[in-house]
């Protein structure tokens, strides 16, 4: 499949993947429905966890034939094809009487929402290829090329023996929907990425809210409020605005703490493109939340174990929802309404200890070997009491109208809210005891981590204090109740909009992935790997080093990294460990030819490299003895020496 020519036509084609892998997640649903009692609308919320449910399965396969399937497109596209095709002919089965899914009116109005949405926070899909290249997005998206260049798990930008040590669901997401979608790289799957978390947050907001409450108003709350609304910072600024980096930019003081690109205490602000692994961790642990709100209605053990693996599946992709999910569930099987407690809590935890240990075993068993963490937490991220309630905006006022409303006391659906509440307020309150368990563990110690999941709790009160609201402005006239209405809907979504607009405004912070990801056959990151799939070492000028594992999933023989430790690797020890200054020594005989033929020669072996990225015409003499082929790149010329073969398992 072509690479996309222009961002327009990359969020055309992102649209239609998104739109493909979200039919095949609802598909998957239908093996299950029937017998948890799923109401439509739930299937539809659903969806995306079960796709990852579904990813998690072909990882789980990737790594026990060595990287063997995510590493060839053609395979996932088949086994696909043949899995959607089964889906089909069993829905087309399994069909009943009851009325056209589109005839449904809850299914309906949750797609007005999805739409809105996706208008509100998916503009930067349209405008930018890659979506954007900012952040941490650089550390996971050249993890989940990895997995494109047949590595069976991530591991670290730089050479040598690196076991795993982040959660990999995201990126195995990433890599799978990279297969489907035009260009076939990960950076080109930011973009049905995006869609996909915006659409999944929104439903699971939607769903929970209808099972709650019991009420379209207060469903469609819960999916405004919990999915697609920000701050007042609005009200103070007339123009688009982005607090990039909160730790140093004055911008947070002016905007009350709304408007943050990153570590935003408000839930739904995370939606901000790209996408990054708590957001989908996000869209999990609502949708657990979900899955215990049906089995406590249900009193049955099959939802609590979905539940379960949706848990197992949080911990897959990220640390502080798996810890407030797991919290969450303990307090709500406690005090919720009268079930078999020990079987609900054996029915949740066993499934989700059992999902959680294809990633934490091997973790425990390096961190044992390999001296435990090491440290690479940036600085706490610290709002005060009124900038969080101002970056929550208009979800806190219409919170304090649940609170005052609804009689907690008697209500089941309140013991989910303030079960919830309870869970991710504790986890604040002890997060400061996280670096005391060891110093690689301080960052699930930072408070900015839990604040957005408290947020969870604010948002489906203010959902009830909208049904509240609603019910007693409808006696004075619909259109009093319709322009109220309105007016929550312009409080909500005018911050998330201007943000969202800022982010189409950030320069481009790397030209040559622009080009590339356009399918410029000249550029040099389709030089250096006109294909994925292949397992290659690189040594590449300062000015690449980011880009080139992120495109190509390529490992480094040095990474510039700001971090205390070689390239941002969390393990202080390594089998094979190489000083940074070795490192650097080395990449520049290898770039600049600097050194005895002999001892190039040397360097190249050591280090296993298979390609040699030199900049300007001519490469060093050397290097002209082995095949060569010119590139150009924004910097200007390159040369690429072929040094060797990459490599690639078997499908």
Request: proline share 8%.
């Amino acid at each position: 499949m072509p690479s996309p020519a222009t961002p327009v036509e990359a969020g055309l084609q992102s649209l239609v993947v998104a739109a493909l892998l979200f039919v095949l997640g609802f598909l998957i649903t239908g093996l299950f429905a029937k017998r948890l009692g799923l109401a439509p609308v739930v299937r539809l919320a659903l969806a995306v966890p079960a796709l990852m449910a579904s990813v998690c399965v072909v990882m789980i396969v990737h790594m026990a034939t060595g990287g063997g399937v995510l590493a060839h497109p053609v395979v996932v596209r088949s086994g696909t094809g043949v899995a959607l095709a089964a889906f089909v002919i069993g829905s087309f089965r399994r069909r009943s009487r009851a009325a056209p899914l589109w005839r449904d009116r809850d299914i309906a109005l949750s797609l007005v929402f999805v739409v809105l949405g996706v208008a509100v926070w998916c503009l930067p899909v349209f405008t930018s290829l890659p979506v954007s290249f900012h952040g941490d997005v650089k550390r996971h998206m050249a993890w989940a090329a990895q997995l494109s260049a047949a590595h069976s798990s991530p591991t670290g930008v730089i050479t040598g023996n690196i076991p795993n040590y982040y959660p990999w669901l995201f990126h195995a997401f990433a890599s799978f929907t990279a297969a489907f979608t035009p260009g076939g790289r990960v950076l080109h799957a930011l973009g049905p990425l995006q869609v996909l978390a915006v659409a999944g947050n929104v439903l699971v907001f939607f769903a929970a809210g209808s099972e709650l409450f019991r009420s379209r108003v207060a469903a469609a709350a819960s999916a405004l409020l919990g999915a697609i609304s920000g701050g007042f910072g609005f009200l103070l600024t007339r123009s688009p605005v982005l607090v990039t980096d909160p730790r140093i930019d004055v911008e947070i003081a002016r905007v009350k703490g709304d408007f943050m690109f990153l570590r935003s205490y408000n839930l739904s602000f995370h939606n901000l493109a790209p996408p990054f692994p708590r957001d989908f961790g996000f869209v999990l642990l609502v949708a657990m939340l979900l899955l215990l709100v049906i089995g406590m209605k249900q009193r049955r053990p099959a939802p609590f174990v979905g539940a379960g693996i949706a848990l197992g599946l949080i911990g897959l992709t990220t640390g502080e929802s798996f810890i407030v999910g797991g919290l969450f569930a303990l307090v709500l099987i406690a005090v919720g309404p009268a079930i078999a407690r020990v079987k609900a809590v054996v029915a949740v935890f066993i499934p989700a200890v059992a999902i959680y240990a294809l990633w934490t075993v091997p973790v425990l068993l390096n961190y044992a070997r390999l001296g435990g963490f090491a440290d690479t937490s940036g600085e706490p991220v610290i709002l005060p009491p009124l900038m969080i309630l101002f970056s929550w905006g208009i979800s806190v006022p219409l919170a304090v109208i649940g609170i005052c409303t609804w009689r907690w006391w008697k209500n089941a659906e309140a013991r989910v809210v303030l079960s919830f509440a309870a869970a991710s307020v504790a986890a604040v309150a002890a997060a400061g005891l996280a670096p005391k368990i060891g110093e690689g563990f301080t960052t699930l110690g930072r408070h900015h981590r839990y604040w957005p999941l408290v947020y969870v709790g604010v948002a489906l009160g203010g959902a009830l204090g909208a049904r509240e609201a609603w019910r007693r402005l409808v006696p004075l006239g619909p259109w009093v109740a319709v322009a109220a209405a309105a007016v929550v809907v312009g409080a909500a979504v005018a911050s998330p909009l201007l943000g969202t607009i800022a982010v189409t405004r950030q320069p481009v912070e790397n030209a040559d992935l622009a080009t590339a990801l356009r399918g410029d056959d000249t550029n040099v990151l389709n030089v250096l790997a006109p294909t994925h799939g292949y397992r290659c070492v690189v040594a590449a000028p300062q000015e690449l080093s980011r880009s080139v594992p992120a495109y190509t999933g390529a490992r480094l023989v040095y990474f510039p990294s700001n971090t205390r430790n070689q390239a941002g690797i969390r393990w202080p020890m390594l089998p094979d460990p190489i000083p940074d200054e070795v490192r650097l020594r080395d990449h520049k005989a290898l770039i600049f030819g600097n050194v005895a033929d002999e001892k190039w020669r040397e360097i190249v072996a050591s280090y296993g490299v298979d390609r040699v990225v030199v900049g300007g015409p001519t490469p060093p003499p050397v290097a002209a003895r082995y095949p060569s082929s010119g590139a150009e790149g924004a910097k200007g010329s390159y040369v690429v020496v072929r040094t060797g073969s990459c490599s690639r398992p078997p499908s």
